[in-house]
């Protein structure tokens, strides 16, 4: 199925949020996509479709919201997560019952560009969310499940004291993996994230999220920077929002948003060998829809 054909008959097809009963696949997973003019509408309707945000938190809940705020950009250059989808998330998590919502991420060089650029100063003084800067002191061990590759990895103690970890990335192009979406996000959550972009980095981003999978993945594709990433390019405008609890399906639907597949994107087929899911976009269980129609 080539990018035309996808965009067509799935990602984009004129159906409105209220419609369609979900019927999840045989494993459990789910990947809803919202096409929308508001980034912060289409955030809510797709996780409600999804089963809404009760389903991945608690009441009392302290849930890490983690962004991609990898680089001082405005939002509009889309090389960051759009705010209004970080803003939607913690909305529905407060709303949800969580007791504390945290905004973190590891940027490349200095913490404070990216954080007051992005606009996640504003969104936390919105919502009440903290905006928590990374500190070195607190990089702990971890045992990610076994997973070979992330052996001797260290992680934020944050990510480890929370009851709820939702995984917010933005869809971007990237010089070293093609693609940057959510498994790639994930490099945001531990020590040395640049020794990643090296030899064998699909391995090891699909250990990374094997052996530490998010609640929740919601894929900002609302601005997109189709070539040239990740700091800045070509930006055009898909306006949709996918979110799965299912990590590496999350990412092949954004994927293919941009015409991209397992032979393009390194850590699809470790992941998939790693048994997270369908790297065939046809064999996902996909729900899609348009606000309004």
């Keep these: 199925m080539d990018r035309r054909e996808f965009l067509k008959t799935s990602l984009w097809a004129p159906v409105a949020v209220s419609q369609a009963a979900q019927s999840p696949s045989p494993d459990g997973s789910l990947v809803v996509s919202v096409l929308g003019d508001s980034p912060g509408d289409a955030t809510k309707a797709a996780v409600r479709a999804l089963g809404g945000m009760n389903k991945f938190i608690s009441k009392g809940s302290v849930v890490m919201v983690k962004p991609n705020l990898a680089f001082p950009q405005h939002p509009k250059v889309a090389a960051t997560t759009n705010p209004e989808v970080v803003k939607a998330v913690i909305e529905m998590a407060l709303e949800a019952g969580a007791a504390k919502v945290i905004i973190m991420d590891n940027p490349v060089g200095p913490w404070e560009g990216p954080y007051k650029r992005c606009g996640m100063q504003e969104v936390a003084a919105a919502t009440g969310a903290e905006l928590r800067p990374p500190d070195m002191k607190r990089l702990v061990?971890?045992?990610?499940?076994?997973?070979?590759?992330?052996?001797g990895w260290r992680i934020f103690k944050d990510f480890l004291e929370v009851d709820a970890f939702i995984n917010v990335p933005i869809l971007k192009t990237h010089s070293f993996t093609d693609l940057t979406i959510g498994m790639k996000n994930l490099m945001g959550i531990i020590e040395n994230r640049?020794?990643?972009?090296g030899r064998d980095i699909g391995k090891r981003l699909a250990d990374l999220a094997c052996g530490f999978p998010p609640r929740l993945n919601i894929v900002d594709a609302n601005r997109v920077i189709s070539a040239g990433g990740p700091i800045s390019g070509n930006v055009i405008e898909p306006k949709t929002v996918i979110v799965s609890a299912n990590i590496l399906e999350a990412d092949v639907v954004a994927a293919a948003l941009l015409g991209?597949?397992?032979?393009?994107?390194?850590?699809?087929?470790?992941?998939?060998?790693?048994?997270?899911?369908?790297?065939?976009?046809?064999?996902?269980?996909l729900k899609s829809y348009k606000l309004g129609a």
């Excluded at 640049?194 to 972009?197: S, Y």
């Design 141 to 151: 061990s971890h045992d990610f499940k076994g997973a070979a590759m992330m052996k």
């Design 260 to 285: 991209r597949s397992r032979k393009s994107i390194p850590y699809f087929d470790p992941a998939f060998k790693n048994g997270m899911g369908q790297i065939d976009v046809k064999k996902i269980n």
């Design 194 to 197: 640049d020794m990643f972009h």
